[in-house]
């Protein structure tokens, strides 16, 4: 069963950090582009960050220079590292598989919330 499990979220203040974490069982992460998603109440899913077979990275504007993705192939693990946190960073946290390549079901995500 192929499934993505993501985790690492919490409540932290403004200006704070998180590092989310997607463990992946069933599915090889390294060979796929994989991404970080979000979607704040009311607002539709958006990808923060993705990270191509080949490690190259992109990111959305709201979050450049200020989030990193990256991928640890023995672990078969991609991580978000999130600092300079603001309220509107405020999301459920989630990762797929990026580009063109089929998606996997949606996990559960992780809930970030950024409030003082």
């Known amino acids: 069963q192929v499934q993505l499990v993501e985790s690492g979220g919490g409540l932290v203040q403004p200006g704070g950090s998180l590092r989310l974490s997607c463990a992946g069982s069933?599915?090889?992460?390294?060979?796929?582009?994989m991404g970080w998603y979000r979607q704040a109440p009311g607002k539709q899913r958006e990808l923060v960050a993705d990270?191509?077979?080949?490690?190259?990275?992109n990111y959305a504007d709201s979050v450049k220079g200020r989030f990193t993705i990256s991928r640890n192939n023995a672990k078969n693990t991609v991580y978000l590292q999130m600092n300079s946190l603001k309220p509107e960073d405020t999301a459920v946290y989630y990762c797929n598989v990026a580009g063109i390549a089929p998606k996997v079901s949606w996990g559960q995500g992780t809930q970030v919330t950024v409030s003082s």
């Open positions: 069933g599915i090889i992460v390294s060979i796929y582009a």
């Open positions: 990270i191509t077979s080949i490690g190259s990275t």
